[in-house]
C-alpha cells in the first residue's frame, strides 16, 4: 500500500514526482532543495543557510508522516561542489543524534536542479 506524503510547509514538487511516499511504516522521501516554501525562492546566499532550508524542507516532510529526524535510516546527500563538504556536513549533522545518525552516502555531482549545490533525500522508518 503506498500513501502519498504531502505538506505546504515544504516546497510543491517540481516535476511528476511526490514529496513522500509512504509505504508500510517506510518512507522515502524526495530529494530537497534550498526552495523556501514559503517564498518559492531558492536559498542560497551561502552554503550554511541553504543547508538548513533542505533540512527543514526535509524536516516538514517527516512532520507530515508524524515522523522526525530519529526515524531517518538512510539520507543521500548530492553536492556541487566537494570543498563544502565541512560546512554541509556540519549542518547536516546539527539535525541527528551522533550516536543514532543514519547510514548515508556523499555523493559530488556535475549539476543539480536549479543550479543549488546541495540536494538531500532520507528514507525513515516508524
Known amino acids: 500500500m503506498k500513501k502519498i506524503i504531502f505538506t505546504d510547509k515544504a516546497p510543491a514538487p517540481i516535476g511528476p514526482y511526490n514529496q513522500a511516499i509512504l509505504s508500510g511504516n ?4 524526495s530529494g530537497q532543495i534550498a526552495i523556501n516554501p514559503t517564498s518559492g525562492e531558492l536559498v ?3 552554503i550554511n543557510d541553504e543547508t538548513h532550508q533542505v533540512m527543514q524542507n526535509i524536516a516538514a516532510i517527516l512532520e507530515a ?3 522526525t529526524f530519529e526515524n531517518v535510516v538512510k539520507a543521500t546527500i548530492f553536492i556541487m561542489d566537494m570543498n563544502n563538504f565541512g560546512a554541509i556536513n556540519t549542518v547536516y549533522g546539527s539535525y541527528f543524534d551522533e550516536k543514532t545518525a543514519p547510514a548515508r552516502e556523499t555523493v ?6 536549479k543550479n543549488v549545490n546541495v540536494e538531500i533525500s532520507v528514507i525513515a522508518v516508524q
Not at 517506510?26 to 522521501?29: H, I, K, N, Q, S
Open 44 to 46: 542560497t546566499e551561502n
Open 26 to 29: 517506510t518512507l522515502y522521501a
Open 108 to 113: 559530488q555531482v556535475a549539476c543539480l536542479p
Open 65 to 67: 508522516a508524524n515522523m
